[in-house]
């Protein structure tokens, strides 16, 4: 299993509010690495949605925001569309395994 | 607007040499502004970073292929290579290569991906 576990799963109806969460550890999260998160469609590569915990590349919308405490973080989707549908995964560095590792990825479904 | 494209031996057997090529576009890997890294999905293990390459040499592996896996940078033909030796049909997977994001640092994330190639290790 992976070092940074996510839920396999999570679904909403258009216009809701899901939240994506990504659950660490003393080595990783908790150090203070910052976490990252893609959207990958599927047949397709991962696309960085957020980098640095925070921040949204350009053509990324606000609708998709992200936040870290302790050793976790979570991606917060609001407004949600029928093409956010994907996988979502979390991404961070562990300094115990001296690797940049990713979560096991959840898949949104919306309603 | 930088694209990565990988190629390379689709199918592989068992106990040979895995050799990808990802050409880069848009932007020169020589230029020592970025670092480059190789990354593989497989279902059942998900996503796992395998490699990184830095100001023309400088190599983090990651440790659990570090025997086995090695890259390198074409300047002249502006690619990156990925070798990975002695593969079992646990190395089948979809191999990426991407950029690295930010500076240097345990930071980074990886931005953008090229499509990915599917390698299948069988005899």
């Known amino acids: 299993q992976s070092v940074l576990t996510q839920p396999p799963s999570v679904s909403g109806a258009p216009g809701q509010r899901v939240i994506i969460s990504c659950t660490g550890s003393s080595t990783n999260i908790g150090t203070g690495y910052d976490v990252h998160w893609y959207q990958q469609f599927p047949g397709t590569a991962p696309k960085v949605l957020i980098y640095g915990n925070t921040n949204r590349p350009s053509g990324v919308p606000d609708r998709f925001s992200g936040s870290k405490s302790g050793t976790s973080a979570s991606l917060a989707i609001t407004g949600l569309q029928a093409d956010d549908e994907a996988d979502y995964y979390c991404q961070s560095y562990d300094n115990d395994l001296n690797i940049w590792i990713f979560g096991g990825g959840t898949r949104l479904t919306v309603l | 607007q930088l694209q990565l494209q990988e190629s390379g031996s689709g199918l592989v057997k068992p106990s040979q040499t895995l050799s990808l090529t990802c050409a880069v576009s848009?932007?020169?890997?020589?230029?020592?502004?970025?670092?480059w890294s190789w990354i593989r999905q497989t279902p059942g293990k998900g996503l796992e970073w395998l490699v990184y390459?830095?100001?023309?040499?400088?190599?983090y592996y990651n440790p659990s292929l570090k025997s086995r896996v090695s890259i390198s940078e074409d300047t002249s033909k502006n690619h990156l290579s990925l070798r990975l030796r002695s593969v079992t049909a646990a190395d089948t997977a979809v191999y990426y290569c991407?950029?690295?994001?930010?500076?240097?640092?345990?930071?980074?994330?990886?931005?953008?991906w090229g499509p990915g190639t599917q390698v299948t290790v069988s005899s």
């Open positions: 390459i830095y100001q023309s040499g400088s190599v």
């Open positions: 991407a950029r690295v994001g930010g500076n240097v640092t345990a930071n980074n994330w990886f931005d953008p």
């Open positions: 848009g932007g020169s890997i020589s230029s020592g502004d970025y670092a």
